[in-house]
Every structure is written in C-alpha cells, then in structure tokens.
C-alpha cells in the first residue's frame, strides 16, 4: 500500500515538473544588426539616462572597477550567487542584437532574448510596471553606451534553482505582470512617487522579507528584510527612527546620502544614492516624488512625539561618556567614538551623526551597529566627506558588545539588547570583500 502511494506521488511530481517545463518554453526572438546612435532622438536618451541613474541599474551590472554596465556584480541570495549580465551594446556578450521586442521582453516578463528565464535577482517582478515610453528610453540609453566585450562568472546555483525552465512554477506562483496603476485618491506627485519606487527602483526588493522561495511576502511590504547581513529598515509606520521622516528629511537624505536628524547612509544603500539619486541627471521632482511617497507611508504627519524634543534630549545626552572614570563601558565610548559623535550645539551636524537619532541603536536587532563598528565606512561608502574607521582588528567581541549594550542603554529607552557577545562573533565571520 505504502509503495502504491508512494509510486502514485512520484508520477504526480513528475507530471506537474513536465507541464512546468512545457509552460516555459519561450521563443527565441531573432537577432538584429546593432542599432546606430542616430536612430534614437537625444531627449530619449536623456530621458533613459535619468531612469537608469534613478533605478540604480548600474548598481547590479557593474563589478568593482569594471566598465560600466559590462556586468560581473554578484548579488548575493540564499541559494548562490547570481551575477549582473553584460547589458552593453556589445553584440556577443552584451544585448546589442536585442531587438526593442526583446529588452521589453526581458523587462517585463523576466525572459531571455533566446527565450530562457531570467532569475527574479533580476526585478521584472517590478519592471512590468514601467510605462512603455519608459521603457523605450532605457532601450536607447543602454544600446548607445560604449560597447564592452565581457563576459560574466558562472552563477554558483545549486540544482535544483539552476534549471532556468524551473523559474516558470515561481511566475506561476509569485509573478504577476501588468502596468503600473495610479492610485486615484492621491496625489499626482504621490503617484508618481509609487511609480518611481515600485516599477524603477524597486525599494521593496531590500525592504520587503521574503518567503523561503525568495519571493517578497504579501501584505508585509516595506516591513524590514536582511540584505548581505544588513537590516533594510521598515518604511512603513514601524519604521524604527527615532525621528519621523518627513518629506525635507527624505529628500535631503535621498540626494545627500545623510541628514542632521537621521544620520548617514551605508551598505547596499550607498549605491541607491550616491550612483543614482544623488545625481544631478535625476530631477529634483522626482527625488522630492519618492519623498512625498515614503513619508506617507511612514506616517510622518501623524506620528506622535515632537521633534524638537526628542532633538533637545538626544543632545542632551550627546555628553554622556566623558568624565565617567568609574564606567569602564562609558570610557571605552569616550576613547572611540565620542570625538566624532559629540554634539555641542543647539542641533546635531550632517558631520558628527548624533547616536541617539540613528536607527543602528533603535532597530529590534544590533545588526547594523555590529556591522559598522566592525566594518566602518570608507571614503566610498557612505555619504560624501564622512568616514568611519574599522574596529574589527582592534576590537575584541566583548568590546563591541559593550559599546552596543552601553550606547542601547544611554542613548534611548528600549530594552537591551540580548545575547550581543555572540551576535558580533556572528557578524565578524561574515566579512568579507564586498563584490
């Protein structure tokens, strides 16, 4: 009986694996010569340019030192590492003999020029929402970037995940196409916010968890997710900041990389900013959109506590650490960190990022604070003019662990953190060279 059954759930399983390879197959879109600069109008370029920057394509299609959009960056997912394609005009390595059919192909259902699926760490899942005069402008800018001959390492996926034709059971589940759909009871400035954030740049891909298939979880959008052992923080109104983010605020920040209030930016954000939004070929309007959509989900207007008070009490507390001989926690604060933190004015500086208002103190996990002590920030890795150094080499675990449960208690008013030596001995065997 048992063999009976069991014979009975195999024929299944290879029945429903063999209608799933069938429904993938795709056509293969037949190659074209590669399109000459003069066909595309400069406003079209101009205007692809713009949503490149803002959609921070660069990001995954570059590796260290490499040409842009040549590919070669790894993003890392919990089932290998998947490595940005070369999407140049280069005709062999690159996407100079894909047709505009093709690029759109790709953008919006996640499928190759020779009809095999693209991995979701490519966000089509996202790009199907753009419009399609978006789209063609992406299509110009790219095809009139200098070709590079380059191909990309071998994606580390392990089977089963690196059977391509497998990606149509995670469409069938997870996928769902189709343009981007204005919210009729907001703002135009709102809607163009969402679009900017759900169809282009993809914001929910970092802040959004993702179920054990590696697809974002529904109704949990924007709700915090670990991105390379970083936490992504909420964006939603459990965003964890002592201080709510307004629209000013978000603008500042998204164009700066860093604000008095909230402090600087890092890890796989830096990037977002400073190769992107931070540029000048992205309109302030569409930088203020974002802005204007994300404080509305923050609940910025609504949000209690004030914050000139909350600012008072942060630099109030800012002092604390210096003159405590007798607080071995507070000393090794003062010989740290306290020459770059301390704030003796009436509001905290761009320059000196005021503890008490960065969410690395105020976040359920010390995640992020771990991380930067240990890590610090370059000249490159934060927002433009700050740095950090690395305490890894000259920090035991019980001293970051210390500064955590010393800064945690003096600087807000949560409980304290537990288990802290042991979760800085986790996040230390994880450094590594970034991609």
């Known amino acids: 009986m048992i063999g009976r059954i069991a014979i009975v759930i195999l024929a299944v399983t290879l029945l429903g694996l063999a209608s799933v390879v069938l429904l993938s197959r795709r056509p293969v879109m037949a190659p074209i010569e590669r399109p000459t600069p003069e066909k595309f109008s400069a406003e079209s370029i101009a205007q692809g340019e713009a949503l490149a920057a803002a959609g921070h394509c660069a990001s995954c299609h570059t590796r260290s030192g490499g040409q842009p959009y040549a590919g070669g960056y790894g993003v890392n997912t919990p089932f290998g590492i998947i490595y940005g394609t070369n999407i140049t005009p280069d005709l062999k390595t690159g996407i100079g003999a894909w047709s505009i059919e093709a690029f759109d192909r790709a953008l919006r259902e996640g499928v190759s020029r020779d009809g095999s699926h693209l991995f979701p760490a490519f966000p089509y899942y996202a790009y199907t929402k753009l419009s399609d005069g978006d789209i063609k402008a992406l299509y110009a800018y790219l095809m009139t970037r200098p070709a590079a001959t380059a191909i990309v390492p071998a994606n580390t996926l392990s089977f089963p995940f690196k059977i391509r034709a497998l990606q149509e059971g995670w469409k069938i589940l997870f996928f769902k196409s189709g343009r981007f759909q204005p919210n ?33 979880k529904i109704g949990h959008a924007y709700e915090s997710a670990e991105i390379d052992g970083w936490i992504a923080p909420a964006l939603n109104e459990s965003n964890p900041s002592p201080i709510p983010w307004t629209q000013d605020e978000l603008f500042i920040y998204l164009r700066t990389g860093v604000t008095p209030l909230h402090g600087t930016t890092g890890a796989t954000m830096t990037p977002v900013i400073r190769e992107g939004l931070a540029l000048p070929i992205v309109p302030d309007s569409d930088v203020r959109a974002i802005a204007v959509y994300f404080s509305d989900l923050d609940r910025a207007g609504t949000r209690g506590g004030s914050t000139d008070s909350i600012t008072r009490e942060a630099l109030a507390n800012s002092p604390l650490g210096s003159g405590q001989e007798f607080d071995p926690d507070a000393n090794l604060y003062a010989a740290a960190c306290m020459a770059c933190h301390y704030n003796a004015g009436t509001i905290p500086l761009s320059s000196r990022p005021e503890l008490a208002l960065n969410t690395a103190l105020t976040l359920p996990e010390p995640t992020n604070f771990i991380q930067v002590v240990l890590r610090g920030i370059g000249n490159s890795e934060g927002a433009a003019g700050l740095a950090m150094p690395a305490y890894a080499s000259s920090f035991t675990d019980g001293d970051v662990a210390r500064l955590a449960a010393y800064l945690r208690r003096t600087r807000t008013k949560l409980p304290p953190w537990n288990g802290l030596e042991a979760k800085v001995s986790a996040v230390r065997k994880q450094l590594a060279p970034s991609n």
Request: net charge negative.
């Open 184 to 216: 009729s009871s907001k703002t135009e400035e709102w809607n163009r916010g969402a679009y900017l954030s759900e169809a282009l740049s993809d914001c929910s891909a970092c802040h959004t968890p993702r179920n054990s298939f590696g697809a974002e």
